[in-house]
Protein backbone atom coordinates (compact mmCIF):
# COMPACT_ATOMS: atom_id res chain seq x y z
CA UNK A 1 0.00 0.00 0.00
CA UNK A 2 1.17 3.50 -0.70
CA UNK A 3 1.87 5.33 2.34
CA UNK A 4 0.06 9.10 2.95
CA UNK A 5 -0.22 10.33 -0.64
CA UNK A 6 -1.20 13.78 -1.06
CA UNK A 7 -2.87 15.69 -3.38
CA UNK A 8 -0.33 16.26 -6.38
CA UNK A 9 1.47 13.23 -5.97
CA UNK A 10 2.20 11.65 -8.92
CA UNK A 11 2.01 7.51 -9.20
CA UNK A 12 1.72 5.00 -11.33
CA UNK A 13 -0.78 2.09 -11.76
CA UNK A 14 0.68 -1.25 -10.15
CA UNK A 15 -2.08 -2.95 -12.74
CA UNK A 16 -5.14 -2.72 -14.69
CA UNK A 17 -7.99 -1.37 -12.62
CA UNK A 18 -11.56 -2.35 -13.39
CA UNK A 19 -15.02 -0.36 -12.86
CA UNK A 20 -17.93 -2.25 -13.73
CA UNK A 21 -16.29 -4.83 -16.08
CA UNK A 22 -14.02 -1.87 -17.64
CA UNK A 23 -10.78 -1.33 -17.58
CA UNK A 24 -10.26 2.35 -16.69
CA UNK A 25 -6.79 2.46 -16.23
CA UNK A 26 -3.96 0.40 -16.89
CA UNK A 27 -1.05 -1.21 -15.81
CA UNK A 28 1.89 1.61 -15.62
CA UNK A 29 -0.42 4.48 -16.65
CA UNK A 30 0.48 8.01 -14.34
CA UNK A 31 -2.27 9.45 -12.21
CA UNK A 32 -1.90 12.57 -10.14
CA UNK A 33 -3.74 12.65 -7.10
CA UNK A 34 -6.28 15.37 -7.46
CA UNK A 35 -8.04 15.13 -3.44
CA UNK A 36 -8.12 12.56 -0.63
CA UNK A 37 -12.22 11.56 -0.11
CA UNK A 38 -12.74 8.44 1.40
CA UNK A 39 -15.67 6.49 -0.11
CA UNK A 40 -17.90 6.26 2.85
CA UNK A 41 -18.56 2.78 1.71
CA UNK A 42 -15.41 2.05 1.12
CA UNK A 43 -12.73 4.16 3.18
CA UNK A 44 -9.70 2.57 2.06
CA UNK A 45 -11.01 4.45 -1.62
CA UNK A 46 -9.75 7.43 -0.97
CA UNK A 47 -7.26 8.42 -3.26
CA UNK A 48 -9.23 11.07 -5.87
CA UNK A 49 -7.65 10.81 -9.32
CA UNK A 50 -8.61 11.69 -13.44
CA UNK A 51 -9.45 8.92 -15.27
CA UNK A 52 -9.35 10.02 -19.21
CA UNK A 53 -11.55 6.44 -19.98
CA UNK A 54 -14.67 7.58 -17.79
CA UNK A 55 -13.77 11.55 -18.54
CA UNK A 56 -13.94 11.53 -14.33
CA UNK A 57 -12.95 11.79 -11.50
CA UNK A 58 -12.56 8.50 -9.29
CA UNK A 59 -11.66 7.23 -6.35
CA UNK A 60 -8.90 4.47 -5.81
CA UNK A 61 -7.25 2.51 -3.31
CA UNK A 62 -3.74 3.23 -2.19
CA UNK A 63 -3.11 -0.21 -2.44
CA UNK A 64 -2.92 -0.16 -6.47
CA UNK A 65 -1.06 3.19 -6.72
CA UNK A 66 3.21 3.34 -6.80
CA UNK A 67 4.46 6.11 -5.54
CA UNK A 68 6.90 8.18 -8.43
CA UNK A 69 7.96 11.12 -7.80
CA UNK A 70 9.56 12.53 -4.40
CA UNK A 71 6.77 14.46 -1.89
CA UNK A 72 9.01 17.23 -1.34
CA UNK A 73 10.73 18.46 -4.07
CA UNK A 74 8.33 16.64 -6.63
CA UNK A 75 11.40 14.79 -8.51
CA UNK A 76 10.92 12.36 -10.63
CA UNK A 77 12.07 9.39 -8.62
CA UNK A 78 15.21 7.48 -10.16
CA UNK A 79 13.41 3.64 -9.76
CA UNK A 80 9.95 3.70 -8.55
CA UNK A 81 9.41 3.28 -4.77
CA UNK A 82 13.13 4.75 -4.62
CA UNK A 83 14.60 7.15 -2.63
CA UNK A 84 15.21 10.64 -4.12
CA UNK A 85 18.59 11.51 -4.48
CA UNK A 86 18.18 15.08 -5.20
CA UNK A 87 16.95 15.84 -1.43
CA UNK A 88 17.67 12.81 0.27
CA UNK A 89 14.55 11.95 0.85
CA UNK A 90 13.75 8.07 2.07
CA UNK A 91 10.67 6.02 1.03
CA UNK A 92 9.33 4.08 3.63
CA UNK A 93 8.07 1.18 1.62
CA UNK A 94 11.59 0.72 -0.11
CA UNK A 95 12.94 0.90 3.44
CA UNK A 96 10.56 -2.07 4.64
CA UNK A 97 11.00 -4.25 1.87
CA UNK A 98 14.86 -4.11 2.09
CA UNK A 99 14.20 -4.70 5.96
CA UNK A 100 11.34 -7.72 4.70
CA UNK A 101 14.30 -8.55 1.94
CA UNK A 102 17.05 -8.74 4.32
CA UNK A 103 15.23 -10.71 6.98
CA UNK A 104 14.16 -13.01 4.13
CA UNK A 105 17.58 -13.75 2.96
CA UNK A 106 18.72 -14.71 6.24
CA UNK A 107 16.25 -17.21 6.74
CA UNK A 108 17.08 -18.86 3.41
CA UNK A 109 20.47 -18.78 4.48
CA UNK A 110 19.99 -19.94 8.29
CA UNK A 111 17.84 -22.89 6.06
CA UNK A 112 20.82 -23.85 3.89
CA UNK A 113 23.38 -23.71 6.48
CA UNK A 114 20.71 -26.05 8.40
CA UNK A 115 20.29 -28.18 5.59
CA UNK A 116 23.85 -28.36 4.68
CA UNK A 117 24.81 -29.67 7.91
CA UNK A 118 22.64 -32.62 8.30
CA UNK A 119 19.10 -30.85 9.14
CA UNK A 120 17.45 -33.21 11.46
CA UNK A 121 14.22 -32.09 13.32
CA UNK A 122 12.91 -28.74 13.70
CA UNK A 123 14.30 -25.87 11.53
CA UNK A 124 13.57 -23.42 14.33
CA UNK A 125 15.07 -25.46 16.81
CA UNK A 126 12.90 -28.12 18.63
CA UNK A 127 14.03 -31.90 17.98
Same mark, same amino acid.
Given at each position: ??? &?????? @? ?8 ? &??? *? ?10 ? +???? +? ?14 ? $? /? ?5 ? #???? %?? !??? $??? #????? *?????? $???? &??? @???? !? ?5 ? /? +? ?5 ? $? %? ?7 ? +? ?5
Amino acid at each position: MAF &ELLPGD @ECVMKGDFRH &EGA *IIFQRDQIVQIR +DISP +DPQRPGFKYVVYSPAL $N /ALVRLPG #TVLI %RI !ACP $NCR #TRLTA *IGGDCV $NCGW &EDP @ESEQ !AKSQQSV /A +DFRKKMW $N %RHNRYGGGG +DFYGGY
